[in-house]
């Protein structure tokens, strides 16, 4: 765990032009820098970064924070590991604390499985490339494929020998429990033990889109494949993987993926590092299994351009017929691209330059209203299957989310079958109608599965008043991390004759715990008591404090916040007078004290609307509903008329 200490030193080291120019094009504008924002698809300049603030944000899509929340995003990792990437950039040393005996106990069956498989992953490397049998049949297979020894150390290929208790004696050796070992999948047990799962095979380890190795897959070698089905055997799923959920090559393709604006789908792992090794980097695999929702979003992150790059046979076909309509209706933009008969990416890449790969991808990729009329309506003249294959391509043009893109593929598909454009928008009406009554119906059905309980929804508007009153809390929050510090009342007078200063966070906190109220989010309540213990601290600056907070959801926050949507340097130039702020400050409390009371009077109507005759409670209810009334008026009348925007 790092403590601290080691986290201000980093935070202190960080300039945040040096790490967001390590993955975009930044230029001076002003007293900031400006440049293409990495997290949506930027045309003009609208990523705005602060050295004076060390914070970044995105007038466009709204990303930023300070240089952790940046490599957070863009790296996909954790708040941990973007520290030890900036402490590794400015040479500073990680000061870990020895963890105590009951944080020991916690630490999540998730870590322990991570150091396993990290722990395996060297291991069976270090087999490949130093023992024995590792070298002439591991090393030699992957010789025998064409690959470099730079390929195989970026994807950290190995080896596993063939006695089938090899990796189980060794890491038991080394202290690693046996329970682990069976949970991450590297061996299996029985009655009579436990045993290697990949022993006598390959090793290509899959690592996850920050790094680390979530499982492994084996392959059998040279005349073991024959008359042998299974050729590769992989992970099963556990605690910290799902297949359905990783792509293999992730880690080593998100630079590239970013770069290019595009990623390729292959099939298997020698595709992918076959593509890497000709020199194209932006390429990933699903391995076997059908693409999913959870990877098209993974991918998405980076690029919404795709390539589907599978071979020319039955099963390529099915592959890319099966993924189009899930990219679609994710707003991928989908291209798809068959190799001739007889070539799976791998062989093609080892027959050809990087360059011309690139140019051949070009020439014949597709998109996929031109592959599936090729593919359903080649040499097709009934008119029953050609109207068939016809409702298949704009039932794929149907669940394209973006109406414009949607459109402009209908006026392509009218041109290209030769089909009026009204009546295809007429069939892309219906099959949008009939998914959206399907959704509805399905909303329904978990409503109906899930009650809602008493109070949360009813025909009052309750809903929208909570909308409403979070609004306000966001408003409030917003005043204490721009204005935190700053005296609005000056010499009020205490119970014992004397007089103090109240700055905007004391008096916020001192007026809600006047009357026990706190905010509905917890994040909020955690800022405003950071807030009051520092607040009255000689220099303390809140907007910088928690721009720079260690929390990255605070940080995040405090960004979003902190900055309004024109130019950094004229937003941290803007300040409020004492009186307009103190107003604005009592106006959002009033505010929120008015959102609970009429939240309290919506629930009294509702318990008044389903009371039945007894007399004794309906008294006590309406009594109730009165005094809310009173308190209500009394609140809208203090308040005033005035409307805060």
């Given at each position: 765990m790092i403590d601290r200490a080691t986290v201000d030193k980093i935070m202190d080291a960080v300039n945040i032009v040096d790490v967001v120019g390590e993955f975009v094009n930044l230029r001076k504008s002003g007293v900031n820098y400006k440049g293409l924002c990495p997290f949506h698809d930027d045309k003009t300049p609208s990523f705005m970064v602060?050295?004076?603030?060390?914070?970044?944000?995105?007038?466009?899509?709204?990303?930023?924070?300070?240089?952790?929340?940046?490599?957070?995003?863009?790296?996909?990792?954790?708040?941990?590991e973007a520290l030890r990437w900036l402490a590794k950039k400015y040479n500073i040393e990680i000061q870990e604390r020895e963890l105590s005996d009951d944080e020991k106990r916690e630490q999540s069956e998730r870590e322990s499985m991570?150091?396993?498989?990290?722990?395996?992953?060297?291991?069976?490397?270090?087999?490949?490339?130093?023992?024995?049998?590792?070298?002439?049949?591991?090393k030699q297979y992957f010789r025998s494929r064409g690959i470099r020894d730079d390929i195989i150390e970026r994807f950290q290929l190995g080896f596993a020998l063939n006695k089938r208790d090899a990796l189980a004696n060794e890491a038991k050796r080394k202290g690693y429990k046996e329970e682990f070992l069976v949970k991450t999948g590297l061996c299996i047990e029985n009655e009579k033990g436990v045993?290697?799962?990949?022993?006598?095979?390959?090793?290509?380890?899959?690592?996850?889109?920050?790094?680390?190795?979530?499982?492994?897959?084996?392959?059998?070698?040279?005349?073991?494949?024959?008359?042998?089905?299974?050729?590769?055997?992989?992970?099963?799923?556990?605690?910290?993987?799902?297949?359905?959920?990783e792509l293999y090559g992730i880690y080593q393709a998100k630079k590239a993926i970013v770069k290019e604006d595009c990623v390729y789908m292959v099939e298997g792992y020698t595709d992918v590092i076959a593509m890497h090794q000709c020199g194209l980097e932006n390429v990933v695999a699903n391995s076997g299994t059908a693409l999913s929702i959870y990877q098209i979003r993974l991918l998405h992150r980076f690029t919404p351009n795709i390539v589907l790059l599978y071979d020319g046979d039955e099963a390529g076909i099915h592959a890319a017929m099966r993924g189009t309509d899930m990219l679609l209706q994710e707003g991928m933009n989908v291209k798809v691209l068959l190799l001739p008969d007889g070539d799976d990416p791998d062989s093609f890449a080892r027959k050809h330059t990087a360059q011309e790969f690139k140019?051949?991808?070009?020439?014949?990729?597709?998109?996929?209203?031109?592959?599936?009329?090729?593919?359903?309506?080649?040499?097709?003249?009934?008119?029953?299957?050609?109207?068939?294959?016809?409702?298949?391509?704009?039932?794929?043009?149907?669940?394209?989310?973006?109406?414009?893109?949607?459109?402009?593929?209908?006026?392509?598909?009218?041109?290209?079958?030769?089909?009026?454009?009204?009546?295809?928008?007429?069939?892309?009406?219906?099959?949008?109608?009939?998914?959206?009554?399907?959704?509805r119906k399905t909303e329904e059905r978990e409503q109906q599965r899930q009650p809602q309980s008493a109070g949360t929804i009813d025909n009052f508007g309750l809903h929208s008043q909570q909308e409403q009153a979070s609004e306000v809390e966001r408003l409030i929050i917003q005043n204490v991390i721009?204005?935190?510090?700053?005296?609005?009342?000056e010499g009020l007078e205490t119970d014992d004759g004397g007089t103090v200063d109240l700055n905007v966070a004391q008096y916020v906190d001192y007026d809600l715990s006047s009357d026990?109220?706190?905010?509905?989010?917890?994040?909020?309540?955690?800022?405003?008591?950071?807030?009051?213990?520092?607040?009255a601290e000689p220099g303390f600056k809140a907007l910088n404090y928690f721009m720079q907070h260690p929390d990255p959801a605070i940080s995040q926050l405090a960004t979003t916040l902190g900055i309004d949507n024109h130019q950094l340097s004229k937003s941290f130039e803007m300040k409020n007078s004492e009186a307009s702020l103190r107003q604005r400050v009592q106006h959002l409390i009033l505010d929120f004290r008015l959102d609970i009371v009429n939240g309290h009077l919506k629930e009294l109507q509702q318990k008044l609307k389903a009371?039945?005759?007894?007399?004794?409670?309906?008294?006590?209810?309406?009594?109730?509903?009165k005094q809310t009334q009173e308190l209500r008026n009394a609140l809208a009348k203090e308040r005033g008329s005035d409307v805060i925007v």
């Amino acid at each position: 765990m790092i403590d601290r200490a080691t986290v201000d030193k980093i935070m202190d080291a960080v300039n945040i032009v040096d790490v967001v120019g390590e993955f975009v094009n930044l230029r001076k504008s002003g007293v900031n820098y400006k440049g293409l924002c990495p997290f949506h698809d930027d045309k003009t300049p609208s990523f705005m970064v602060s050295p004076a603030r060390q914070i970044c944000k995105c007038f466009s899509c709204g990303e930023g924070g300070n240089a952790v929340n940046f490599l957070m995003k863009h790296e996909q990792i954790t708040y941990p590991e973007a520290l030890r990437w900036l402490a590794k950039k400015y040479n500073i040393e990680i000061q870990e604390r020895e963890l105590s005996d009951d944080e020991k106990r916690e630490q999540s069956e998730r870590e322990s499985m991570f150091v396993v498989n990290e722990w395996a992953c060297q291991y069976f490397h270090n087999i490949l490339k130093n023992d024995v049998d590792g070298m002439a049949i591991g090393k030699q297979y992957f010789r025998s494929r064409g690959i470099r020894d730079d390929i195989i150390e970026r994807f950290q290929l190995g080896f596993a020998l063939n006695k089938r208790d090899a990796l189980a004696n060794e890491a038991k050796r080394k202290g690693y429990k046996e329970e682990f070992l069976v949970k991450t999948g590297l061996c299996i047990e029985n009655e009579k033990g436990v045993y290697d799962r990949f022993a006598g095979r390959a090793i290509f380890p899959w690592l996850n889109v920050s790094g680390k190795v979530v499982a492994f897959g084996g392959r059998k070698l040279d005349a073991a494949t024959k008359g042998v089905q299974q050729k590769y055997v992989n992970s099963p799923d556990s605690e910290i993987y799902h297949k359905e959920r990783e792509l293999y090559g992730i880690y080593q393709a998100k630079k590239a993926i970013v770069k290019e604006d595009c990623v390729y789908m292959v099939e298997g792992y020698t595709d992918v590092i076959a593509m890497h090794q000709c020199g194209l980097e932006n390429v990933v695999a699903n391995s076997g299994t059908a693409l999913s929702i959870y990877q098209i979003r993974l991918l998405h992150r980076f690029t919404p351009n795709i390539v589907l790059l599978y071979d020319g046979d039955e099963a390529g076909i099915h592959a890319a017929m099966r993924g189009t309509d899930m990219l679609l209706q994710e707003g991928m933009n989908v291209k798809v691209l068959l190799l001739p008969d007889g070539d799976d990416p791998d062989s093609f890449a080892r027959k050809h330059t990087a360059q011309e790969f690139k140019e051949y991808i070009e020439q014949h990729q597709t998109d996929f209203i031109q592959f599936k009329t090729e593919l359903l309506l080649k040499n097709v003249t009934d008119p029953i299957k050609r109207a068939e294959a016809i409702n298949n391509i704009v039932r794929s043009v149907s669940v394209i989310p973006d109406p414009i893109v949607r459109a402009t593929y209908i006026t392509e598909c009218s041109r290209r079958l030769e089909v009026n454009e009204r009546t295809l928008i007429t069939q892309t009406n219906k099959f949008i109608a009939g998914d959206r009554e399907e959704q509805r119906k399905t909303e329904e059905r978990e409503q109906q599965r899930q009650p809602q309980s008493a109070g949360t929804i009813d025909n009052f508007g309750l809903h929208s008043q909570q909308e409403q009153a979070s609004e306000v809390e966001r408003l409030i929050i917003q005043n204490v991390i721009r204005h935190g510090e700053e005296v609005i009342f000056e010499g009020l007078e205490t119970d014992d004759g004397g007089t103090v200063d109240l700055n905007v966070a004391q008096y916020v906190d001192y007026d809600l715990s006047s009357d026990g109220l706190t905010f509905g989010n917890t994040l909020y309540n955690t800022i405003l008591q950071e807030a009051v213990a520092h607040s009255a601290e000689p220099g303390f600056k809140a907007l910088n404090y928690f721009m720079q907070h260690p929390d990255p959801a605070i940080s995040q926050l405090a960004t979003t916040l902190g900055i309004d949507n024109h130019q950094l340097s004229k937003s941290f130039e803007m300040k409020n007078s004492e009186a307009s702020l103190r107003q604005r400050v009592q106006h959002l409390i009033l505010d929120f004290r008015l959102d609970i009371v009429n939240g309290h009077l919506k629930e009294l109507q509702q318990k008044l609307k389903a009371m039945g005759t007894n007399m004794t409670e309906l008294k006590m209810l309406m009594e109730d509903y009165k005094q809310t009334q009173e308190l209500r008026n009394a609140l809208a009348k203090e308040r005033g008329s005035d409307v805060i925007v």
